[in-house]
């Protein structure tokens, strides 16, 4: 906990620059001790469950479990190699690349006892629940025909948003210039409620760190298979959350990144 005197320099410090949304948000939702663990025993229900997005009354595409040799590739090399690409090559991106992607970026490793309320991922989430939703657009050079697609971690399958080409739409929202060549775009939302149901506003700080997480993963699985990945920041929020169909508040776009084969 800070003393009187160091708070009292910050607050000459605010007289003297731009104290923005985003340092009021840190500092309002900052901890000023440590709370107890609340136990298990008596959680409510809403911190038990992990909730998913699903779209069950559209048409999807079962994923097998078969993966590319190529996620052997040892750890070291995958690391020294990662890199943000900018320039890609027009190559076909395979069914199996995509399903290897998808499942060690995002997927669900394992389920103990089958009790879908305790499954865990490849990535660290706050509390276990799990707010990220992937969403993928499919438009140059893919087995998999072109389309916005929502990945259902639960089944591990590929839910049919809309089908067809979706480029230019996509480039309302991202950079049209870096979209060319690739194969693809992730687009990661958040569904706020699943984390702040249990840790409020200060929730929102987790799903920034976890979406860190799983697009590490991504970054790193798409250097294992090969190919190469660039985040993009510069991302207008409405366009994409329009081309989900999402409302922007209760789940809205978080991240973006594409994928693609690499101009070696």
Known sequence: MKDKGVRQIEKIEHQFRPYGWSERFHDATRLEKRGKTTPYSIWPEDWKKIYVKGYPRLDSIPLKKEFSIKMKTPLDQVLRSRKSVREYKRKLLTTKE???????SGGVKNIPNKDWNFSRRFYPSGGGRYPLEIY???YN???????????NVKYHSLEILK???YLKELQKGLDPSWLLDANMAVLI???FGRNQVKYGDRGYRHILTEVGHLAQNISLVTVALGLGSCALGGYLDFAINDLLDIDGVNESIVYTMIVGSPVL
């Open 163 to 165: 089908k067809g080409d």
């Open 98 to 104: 995509l399903v290897t992607l998808l499942f060690f």
């Open 141 to 151: 050079d893919t087995e998999i025909d072109k389309g916005v697609y929502h990945y």
């Open 136 to 138: 993928v657009v499919l």
């Open 189 to 191: 939302t958040a569904v």
